[in-house]
């Protein structure tokens, strides 16, 4: 194996994983918010809490925010770009390294 092809293709193919873990986030925060999961599950805290006098009031938005929820998959997703690129690469050296030391499996085709 070629490690600069293997860097090459591992590095396309971790951008389209990011990619489409940014979508799938962004399609599943948007479901479950048109499903009022999220106020429901904010309503359930403000009840459990509200036996707390002069207690704060609790809203998941300011944490589970579109936008913050977004850029946090964004982030993952850039992080993993880096590390499943160095991964495959230097599994392809390790590859490598192994094949030379071992000789590698002969595949033999032939027409019938």
């Known amino acids: 194996m070629d490690p600069w092809s293997v860097l090459k293709i591992s590095f396309l193919v971790s951008v389209a994983l990011g990619i489409a873990g940014v979508v799938m986030v962004a399609v599943l925060w948007t479901v479950l918010s048109g499903m009022n999961v999220f106020s429901t599950i904010s309503d359930f805290f403000v009840q459990v809490t509200s036996g707390e006098a002069g207690g704060p009031s609790f809203d998941l938005m300011d944490?589970?925010?579109?936008?913050?929820?977004?850029?946090?998959?964004?982030?993952?997703?850039v992080l993993n770009v880096f590390l499943l690129t160095a991964l495959a690469t230097l599994t392809a050296f390790l590859y490598n390294i192994c094949a030379a030391l071992v000789g590698g499996a002969q595949v033999t085709l032939s027409d019938e």
């Open 63 to 77: 944490y589970f925010g579109f936008g913050r929820v977004v850029s946090l998959a964004a982030v993952l997703g």
